[in-house]
């Protein structure tokens, strides 16, 4: 499976847009790019996949590039709530997840 | 929603017991697993089962062993605890993956193991 970049924090103010990217420069072209998160002491969160276009549900949208050597996670208003670690993965079809350290998001109020 | 249920958030127990951590899920799905989380170290993969009665190894095994009956409960047991099975311990189910599709693992909120 392929490995994936974060940055390791980010703060956003609350109401604005949470932009979160990843990199993922050596995806395979049968490899989903899938995104949690995870609140203190809680388990992870799926959010949303993807394999090529851009996908939207009513927690986030998820952004890749064409060729697909990135994405960025939108939430479009956070909220004091959405303070967690945010984890990009990618994979296909494997059993086996593999989280790295992920993103620290801090909302700010 | 999907629900994965684990059955204690936190548990303690002592060196040598037998300890039994269990799981439940309401969507019917096929695939299980069990993992476990440590600082520094990521999410690893103990166990999984893709059917009622199967199962196969993770990426470190060693320690524990399995049980899954049913398609809706799927348990990990400590056969002789030890310290250094002191962790956190996440249950996943997911939909099994088609050729086409690939389907997300939902996830428990966790127990939280200590070995004294």
């Known amino acids: 499976d392929a490995k994936t970049t974060q940055p390791t924090s980010m703060d956003c103010a609350e109401g604005r847009a949470a932009n979160l990217p990843c990199n993922h420069s050596t995806i395979s072209g049968n490899e989903y790019v899938y995104w949690y998160r995870q609140i203190h002491s809680q388990g992870p969160q799926y959010i949303i996949h993807g394999l090529k276009n851009n996908e939207t549900n009513e927690m986030a949208s998820l952004i890749i590039t064409e060729d697909r050597k990135s994405s960025t996670l939108i939430l479009p208003h956070a909220t004091l709530r959405d303070t967690a670690v945010y984890y990009c993965?990618?994979?296909?079809?494997?059993?086996?997840?593999?989280f790295g350290t992920g993103t620290r998001l801090k909302v700010l109020a | 929603d999907v629900k994965v249920t684990q059955s204690s958030r936190y548990l303690v127990k002592r060196t040598g017991e037998k300890v039994f951590l269990e799981c439940v899920q309401d969507m019917d799905h096929e695939n299980m697993f069990w993992y476990r989380q440590d600082p520094g170290l990521g999410l690893r993969l103990i166990y999984f089962?893709?059917?009622?009665?199967?199962?196969e190894k993770g990426d470190i095994p060693e320690g524990y062993s399995v049980s899954r009956e049913k398609k809706e409960r799927f348990s990990l047991i400590l056969e002789s605890a030890s310290t250094n099975q002191t962790s956190m311990y996440l249950c996943a189910s997911s939909l099994r993956v088609g050729a086409d599709s690939n389907q997300p693992q939902h996830f428990g909120d966790g127990t939280r193991l200590s070995i004294l």
């Open positions: 993965i990618v994979i296909a079809g494997t059993y086996k997840y593999i």
């Open positions: 089962s893709y059917d009622v009665k199967m199962k």
